[in-house]
């Protein structure tokens, strides 16, 4: 007679465990939620951040709040991300760069860019933009090549550090057209971009949500974008593969979260985030900087961020980029 009772206490027990579990999930988040970005304030990742944390903010009732942890060509705050706790009060905007591209330029990472992450949403596509500094006498991408090659090691160009996107375009960019430059790295895209409107530097391939504002106001001059395809919001600019014939380089972003997320989280998260940049605000600002929202769901951006990273892996192994 023990038996049936002790079977309906445990199975009550089940359900009430399986209740609670399901009641905290769903009542995500329950305080306020960190966003890293892994580079400096004012950069294209942090203005992304903080237009989408803004609007989870809004929402989901908890501040969505930004935290800038630079260095290390973004694997200082990509790492703080992947040793946190997958309860998704700890999120980072990440790029490309710190989860294809510097596993393969790094002896040893602190991390894995594909292992140690749960990708919840794959948000834009920024368009990557060729800048000069507009004392360099040159107008289009073959007129600065023939430059470049009269005034070897003349040219420097800046980069929001080693490793990043902005260093990998011109490393591809020199080899593709037998050209030598100066690189000047630094901590983030925003100095980068400023020291080339000051003509500390020459050159700067960066996004688009940094250089067109100075671009408007003549103070960097557009060559290019670097995708295989002119931009939608740029029709009338070149991409330099129309000079140099297979020069290509997309660049995204996306949230993650560390390793072993919940799935309920992760589907909340993607389905609030894809709302956000569907909001007529959002896209028009983000229109105005160059930058194409996307619509993904975690398991499109993992298949994603899987094939990226075997991509960029060989390309960087064929440049020779090894940092330390």
Known sequence: ?????????????????????????????????TVIVPWAAGGSTDILARV??????????????????????????TNLVAKAKPNGYTLLVGSMSTHTMNQAMYPTMPFDGVKDFTPIAKVALVTNTMVVNPSLPVNTVQEFIDYAKANPDAIAYASAGPGSTNHL???MFEKATG???????????????????GNQTKLLFTAG??????????????????EDQRAPSLP?????????????????????????MPDDIVKKLNHEI????????????????AVQLLDSTPEQFAQDLQSDAIKYDALIKELGIRLE
Not at 11 to 31: E, F, N, R, V, W
Not at 214 to 224: G, H, I, M, Q, R
């Open 179 to 197: 050209i030598n430059l100066l690189h000047v790295p630094y901590r983030g895209g925003a100095p980068a971009v400023l020291d080339t409107v």
């Open 52 to 77: 989408i944390s803004e609007k989870l903010s809004q929402s989901l009732g908890e501040p969505f709040v930004v935290e800038n942890r630079s260095g290390a060509s973004g694997n200082i705050g």
């Open 1 to 33: 007679m023990f038996k049936p009772l002790l079977t309906a206490c445990l199975a009550g027990s089940l359900l009430l465990t399986s209740a609670l579990g399901a009641q905290a999930q769903s009542s995500y988040p329950d305080k306020a939620v």
């Open 236 to 260: 009338d600019v070149p991409t330099v593969a129309e000079t140099v014939s297979g020069y290509e380089l997309s660049v995204w972003y996306g949230f993650f979260g560390p390793a072993g």
């Open 209 to 226: 949500t940094q250089s067109l504002p100075f671009v408007k106001e003549n103070k960097l001059k557009l060559l290019a974008v670097t």
């Open 169 to 171: 375009s011109a490393a």
């Open 274 to 289: 894809n709302a956000a940049l569907q909001q007529p605000d959002v896209i028009a600002k983000m229109e105005s900087m």
